[in-house]
């Protein structure tokens, strides 16, 4: 699973070793960490710091995709960025880039509200991790705000659970004509 991993050692990329690093002085010759050489030491200093900075920047850019496809908060990830604590009780990503709005059959409480503030665009208040422009648009967005309301999905197993939750559904209104068929016959 996804971050079951132990957290990669300090100076290394994905829990390798890394080599250690060399550079050449001006005839050629491998200079290391020790070279008694000041032009030597300076340049084993340079390439070292320029392999960190790289390293810096392969990391943020790892962490980055890591955040847009996460479907959990941020606030859920604990000391190892990769380890996730309790999945199901972390609050939603705003950033995560796998969104989509859906638009699901308004509940009994929704239409009350609906009734009480004149306007489908109270009848459903945003989710605090959606933020307003795009809720603003899946209202606009709507096919029928008297009937729908929007319904926001974050990450891949949302969307699974929604479309097996659809299927079980969908079972058993097939179950139910099966029966209405049968004692109609």
Sequence with gaps: AFGSTPAPTPGSLFGATAPPPFAMTSTGAPVSANS????????YAHLHAAQRQEAA??????????????????AAIDANPLHITNPSSAPPNSLCRFKYFFYDPLTAEQRQNMTLHGSHHHAVPRPSHVETHEWNDALARNPDPSNYAPVCIIGSEALAKRASE???RAKMYASHVAKLRSTLK
């Design 166 to 168: 659809q299927q079980q």
């Design 57 to 74: 920047k392969i990391e943020s850019a790892l962490m980055g995709l890591h955040s847009a496809y996460t479907p959990q908060s941020t």
């Design 36 to 43: 008694s050489t000041p032009q030597a030491a300076a340049a």
